[in-house]
T-cell receptor, first 112, second 113 residues
Framework: DTAVSQTPKYLVTQMGNDKSIKCEQNLGHDTMYWYKQDSKKFLKIMFSYNNKELIINETVPNRFSPKSPDKAHLNLHINSLELGDSAVYFC???????????FGPGTRLTVT | AQSVTQLGSHVSVSEGALVLLRCNYSSSVPPYLFWYVQYPNQGLQLLLKYTTGATLVKGINGFEAEFKKSETSFHLTKPSAHMSDAAEYFCAVSEGGYQKVTFGIGTKLQVIP
């Protein structure tokens, strides 16, 4: 049973396209996150939702828009993709804000 | 504002030797502290966490960490390294509540046979 799942695992697309990444957790957690990990492995928080409410919205271009249809799902839509968006995007969840997080396997986005 | 400093982006140890990965933090309130491990092409996995209570925290895979408030440190140790411990390790801090978790830059552990 996968705790936090993401689709797709790999995403290769051209500049200017719009794409979405989906995330689902079956742990019954209240809080979900999106992180971006760059080529140097630096992990940066992008968004956090608690019970479908946006709690953390870091300095992220407004081309990135998260959506949480319910507590178990947090999707990430990216408009007008740029070369600099190439990275691995991780979804995570936790029982509560500030608690230990469970990470998905990541989505490797490559923009050409 | 909270922050994390991991000393040493790369650490090499011999198989069977002590593993010591260093982490220092900065926080304006009593922190929550975490260590995560990331194997190649995988997501992060929680090794252990400190919130309150006992300052020596035991985690999975034989790892442990000690919260030292006076030194603002949360170093990760394992008495005897295994080849399977080779991975990237991240220290993280949170101020609890609705505050974000801040991750360190990571330490890549290499285990030499």
């Amino acid at each position: 049973d996968t705790a936090v799942s993401q689709t797709p695992k790999y995403l290769v697309t051209q500049m200017g396209n719009d794409k979405s990444i989906k995330c689902e957790q079956n742990l019954g957690h209240d809080t979900m996150y999106w992180y971006k990990q760059d080529s140097k492995k630096f992990l940066k928080i992008m968004f956090s939702y608690n019970n479908k409410e946006l709690i953390i919205n870091e300095t992220v271009p407004n081309r990135f828009s998260p959506k949480s249809p319910d507590k178990a799902h947090l999707n990430l839509h990216i408009n007008s993709l740029e070369l600099g968006d190439s990275a691995v995007y991780f979804c995570a969840s936790s029982q509560q804000m500030g608690g230990g997080q469970y990470f998905g396997p990541g989505t490797r986005l490559t923009v050409t | 504002a909270q922050s994390v400093t991991q000393l040493g982006s790369h650490v090499s140890v011999s198989e069977g030797a002590l593993v010591l990965l260093r982490c220092n933090y900065s926080s304006s309130v009593p922190p929550y502290l975490f260590w995560y491990v990331q194997y190649p092409n995988q997501g992060l996995q929680l090794l252990l966490k400190y919130t309150t209570g006992a300052t020596l925290v035991k985690g999975i895979n034989g790892f442990e960490a000690e919260f030292k408030k006076s030194e603002t440190s949360f170093h990760l140790t394992k008495p005897s390294a295994h080849m399977s411990d080779a991975a990237e390790y991240f220290c993280a801090v949170s101020e609890g509540g609705y505050q974000k978790v801040t991750f360190g830059i990571g330490t890549k552990l290499q285990v030499i046979p």
